[in-house]
């Protein structure tokens, strides 16, 4: 089975400041993870993917993230936050694994990210 | 520029009605998806489908049904619109493969629906 937990359901910073929005999962497999941001009224779009090469991981905006086997973690950074990062942001897990010719992908409920300024 | 298409952005329906939701991709994925997002439930899976018409419920399929006759179309139907179905529909494909193959999920906008 596989789950993932976002620890946090709101996250305010300020603007100029780092931001960390923590991901822990669970997994029986070798996972690929991922980081999607939803902008209000938007669909979701993708930041960043981990799927078994290297563990930090860069995407778009300046987000990056770590994967971190031995504490199941994959958590969100940016050194330095600016108004447009203020949404909402999905950690996600799967395991790649085929049942019923579908991969089973794990939503976390969400962290809403405030930037104040 | 590659994406996933969503008929309309707002709906408001009458209670009974049936409703259809539509999405198109571009990319020529295999799996194609319907999730309904719900403030403080996240996103649940209502249908997907992993090729052309065949499709498998997800967690919450209970009012809905689907329908994929074209591989670049799926269609999300609300046989008779409740009050509790009043939410945020999102579309999503996706290409099979493992590893750094696998790239995950491409949405839609979402539909925003409301029934009244």
């Known amino acids: 089975a596989q789950s993932v937990t976002q620890l946090d359901s709101h996250v305010s910073v300020s603007e100029g400041t780092p931001v960390l929005l923590r991901c822990n999962y669970s997994?029986?497999?070798?996972?690929?993870l991922f980081w999607y941001v939803q902008h209000p009224n938007k669909g979701l779009q993708l930041l960043l993917k981990?799927?078994?090469?290297?563990?930090l991981v860069k995407g778009i905006n300046g987000f990056e993230a770590e994967f971190k086997k031995s504490e199941t973690s994959f958590h969100l950074t940016k050194p330095s936050a600016h108004m447009s990062d203020a949404a909402e942001y999905f950690c996600?897990?799967?395991?790649?694994?085929?049942?019923?010719?579908?991969?089973?992908?794990?939503f976390g409920t969400g962290t809403k990210l405030q930037v104040i300024p | 520029d590659v994406k996933v298409t969503q008929s309309s952005r707002y709906l408001v329906k009458r209670t009974g009605e049936k409703v259809f939701l539509e999405c198109v991709q571009d990319?020529?994925?295999?799996?194609m998806f319907w999730y309904r997002q719900d403030p403080g439930l996240g996103l649940r899976l209502i249908y997907f489908?992993?090729?052309?018409?065949?499709?498998e419920k997800g967690d919450i399929p209970e009012g809905y049904s689907v329908s994929r006759e074209k591989k670049e179309r799926f269609s999300l139907i609300l046989e008779s619109a409740s009050t509790n179905q009043t939410s945020m529909y999102l579309c999503?494909?996706?290409?099979?493969?493992?590893?750094?193959?696998?790239?995950?999920?491409?949405f839609g906008s979402g539909t925003r629906l409301t029934v009244v």
């Open positions: 981990y799927t078994s090469a290297a563990t």
């Open positions: 990319m020529d994925h295999e799996n």
């Open positions: 997994s029986s497999y070798s996972p690929s």
């Open positions: 996600v897990v799967t395991d790649q694994r085929y049942s019923g010719g579908y991969q089973k992908v794990t």
């Open positions: 489908s992993y090729d052309v018409k065949m499709k």
């Open positions: 999503a494909s996706s290409q099979t493969g493992t590893g750094y193959l696998y790239r995950g999920y491409t």
